[in-house]
């Protein structure tokens, strides 16, 4: 499954996107996903989606997703949009909802209180992340996202429908009964947690589980036949019971797609994610074959005199740090350690590379500002301060080579560092610069 670099707009240039033609379609949506709180384009398969943020001009705005769509067009614009909430209430741990919408030749919003809004919160100004989104291009795989959406949306709303929105996660994927059955009784011994109690717990009371789920859940919900078993709403039994049995037909669900559509969720993609993949063409096969098991190749040649840019996501390449010349100081068990010099020699900023874990981390405690032929100016100290700050206060580093996709850094951490706002410490560092350089004069 494809998942990659999702590239993210914030501010003025999202409004320009916005004004540049006309023909648009907005849906309202209900959310249980933090929501931007200012407008954010997300460049996702092939398409621009517009979240729009829950602020406007000071005042509270109704969340909601604006697509580019021609008057005629509306069904097409407002399939891509349940196709695009479906991967990401998958993604993001939550739902995505398409309340209502509304064709416009301007980009106006749909906004009714009662069905449009965020329940979880709101995230800051450029904090909404949902980079490296996997694309869905199998039908089986999106219509299992889409009956995931409906459950999570429905859970809170009606638990019976929740309940077979997440049975059919898992029946629209097999035209054999036998084999479902199959599949289910043994993903059952799987589950852990609240499910495995539940599981537990019926099985101690003799009951057949998958069976349970089946006659007592999903046609019990579905059904209503004059003397078959079904869900009584007037019976709080009945809802008590459903109610319990939800946790293990979601986990279920949430391992079917998960294990056998293999698609990753945000926490996932995190954790397992190779950063490194992304230059491995750049290294020989069998250099990166050792690496990646720890061990000691003689060199990494192929990286020395890389030409890479720092970038802070997601606002771009930071002035004075790109076309930085790359050279490889030492390999040791699968992790390489790289320098990066600035044109002039005067910024130097290392890094290394883990391709045992497939990661690459900042290394904050050594580089900084070079005194050589040439010595550092006003500019040169207010990109490695920009680097350094930005980085010290969470913000993620990326490396771009070429038309790669870019290395993503992990987050530091700061020990014994009390964090500032990277605004005023880089403007500070700026002006202590400037007063020692009048004083030497």
């Given at each position: 499954m494809r998942t990659p670099y999702t590239p993210h707009i914030f501010g003025d240039q999202v409004a320009e996107k916005l004004a540049a033609r006309r023909g648009w379609l907005?849906?309202?949506?209900?959310?249980?996903?933090?929501?931007?709180?200012?407008?954010?384009?997300?460049?996702?398969?092939?398409?621009?989606?517009f979240?729009?943020?829950?602020?406007?001009?000071?005042?509270?705005?109704?969340?909601?997703?604006?697509?580019?769509?021609?008057?005629?067009?509306?069904?097409?614009?407002?399939?891509?949009?349940?196709?695009?909430?479906?991967?990401?209430?998958?993604?993001?741990?939550?739902?995505?909802?398409?309340s209502g919408y509304i064709w416009g030749s301007?980009?106006?919003?749909?906004?009714?209180?009662?069905?449009?809004?965020?329940?979880?919160?709101?995230?800051?100004?450029?904090?909404?992340?949902?980079n490296y989104l996997p694309v869905i291009e199998d039908d089986n795989t999106r219509k299992a996202l889409a009956f995931w959406r409906e459950g999570q949306r429905l859970e809170s709303v009606h638990t019976s429908y929740s309940f077979l929105s997440f049975y059919k996660v898992i029946e629209c994927q097999f035209s054999n009964a036998k084999k479902k059955v199959t599949w289910i009784e043994q993903a059952i011994d799987k589950l852990?947690?609240?499910?495995?109690?539940?599981?537990?717990?019926?099985?101690?009371?003799?009951?057949?589980?998958?069976?349970?789920?089946?006659?007592?859940?999903?046609?019990?919900v579905a059904h209503a036949s004059f003397e078959g078993k079904i869900v009584d709403p007037d019976i709080p039994a009945d809802r008590r019971r459903l109610s319990d049995d939800?946790?293990?037909?979601?986990?279920?669900?949430?391992?079917?797609?998960?294990?056998?559509?293999?698609?990753?969720?945000?926490?996932?993609?995190?954790?397992?994610?190779d950063r490194l993949a992304v230059w491995a063409s750049l290294l020989p096969?069998?250099?990166?074959?050792?690496?990646?098991?720890?061990?000691?190749?003689?060199?990494?040649?192929?990286?020395?005199g890389?030409?890479?840019?720092?970038?802070?996501?997601?606002?771009?390449?930071?002035?004075?740090?790109?076309?930085?010349?790359?050279?490889?100081?030492?390999?040791?068990?699968?992790?390489v350690q790289v320098s990066l010099l600035n044109q002039r020699k005067t910024v130097l900023l290392v890094f290394l590379f883990d391709f045992k874990s497939g990661k690459a981390h900042t290394n904050l405690e050594v580089g900084g500002l070079i005194y050589g032929?040439?010595?550092?100016?006003?500019?040169?100290?207010?990109?490695?301060?920009?680097?350094?700050?930005?980085?010290?206060?969470?913000?993620?580093?990326?490396?771009?080579?070429?038309?790669?996709?870019?290395?993503?850094?992990?987050v530091v951490i700061p020990v014994n560092i009390i964090s500032r706002a990277p605004k005023e410490a880089i403007e500070e560092a700026v002006e202590r610069f400037k007063s020692e350089t009048l004083t030497n004069v």
């Open positions: 907005t849906a309202g949506v209900a959310s249980s996903i933090t929501w931007p709180s200012l407008d954010v384009c997300i460049e996702y398969a092939g398409d621009e989606y979240l729009r943020g829950s602020e406007l001009d000071g005042k509270p705005s109704p969340p909601g997703i604006t697509i580019a769509c021609e008057r005629n067009d509306s069904d097409d614009a407002i399939s891509k949009i349940y196709r695009f909430t479906s991967i990401l209430s998958w993604y993001m741990g939550g739902y995505v909802d398409v301007h980009p106006c919003l749909y906004g009714d209180l009662r069905t449009v809004f965020s329940t979880l919160g709101i995230a800051g100004e450029k904090s909404f992340n949902c852990t947690d609240r499910a495995a109690k539940r599981v537990a717990d019926l099985r101690s009371d003799k009951i057949d589980v998958s069976r349970h789920l089946f006659e007592s859940g999903r046609c019990a939800l946790i293990v037909m979601e986990e279920l669900a949430r391992m079917y797609i998960r294990e056998e559509l293999e698609t990753p969720d945000f926490r996932s993609m995190y954790r397992d994610r096969a069998e250099t990166i074959t050792a690496l990646s098991r720890g061990n000691t190749p003689p060199n990494c040649e192929s990286l020395q890389l030409k890479v840019s720092i970038c802070l996501w997601p606002d771009g390449s930071v002035s004075g740090l790109e076309d930085m010349l790359m050279h490889v100081d030492g390999i040791d068990k699968g992790v032929d040439e010595k550092p100016n006003e500019d040169d100290v207010r990109a490695y301060a920009t680097f350094f700050y930005n980085v010290v206060a969470n913000g993620i580093a990326e490396l771009w080579h070429g038309d790669l996709e870019p290395i993503e850094c992990e």
